[in-house]
């Protein structure tokens, strides 16, 4: 069974930087994907970034060059660095475990940057 637990949301001001964190348990996390989504209030989940198991990553364009993901296979954790927040980087942050196409989440972390 998977668990993930994110951490490291919060509240901080347009311009700043947060990191969050997603401890995962289990055994799949090196082959895994990892993926951060987020999911404003009365919109849909959308997706962030993702960093696969040999370290390439993917970005959405609203944050590239903004955010930042990596991967500690031996702490199975993903980081998500994000800088320059703005206010519609407000949400609850997801992260996902994805592993033979199927996906695991996390219970999301708020985020919310005052304006």
């Known amino acids: 069974q998977v668990h993930l637990v994110e951490s490291g949301g919060g509240l901080v001001q347009t311009g700043g930087s947060l990191r969050l964190s997603c401890a995962a348990s289990g055994d799949i996390f090196s082959i895994s994907v990892m993926e951060w989504y987020r999911q404003a209030p009365g919109k849909q989940r959308e997706f962030v970034a993702a960093?696969?198991?040999?370290?390439?990553?993917d970005y959405a364009d609203s944050v590239k060059g903004r955010f930042s993901i990596s991967r500690d296979n031996a702490k199975n954790t993903v980081y998500l660095q994000m800088n320059s927040l703005k206010f519609e980087d407000t949400a609850v942050y997801y992260c996902a475990l994805r592993v033979f196409g199927i996906p695991y989440w996390g219970q999301g972390t708020q985020v919310t940057v005052s304006s």
């Open positions: 960093v696969g198991s040999g370290g390439s990553t």
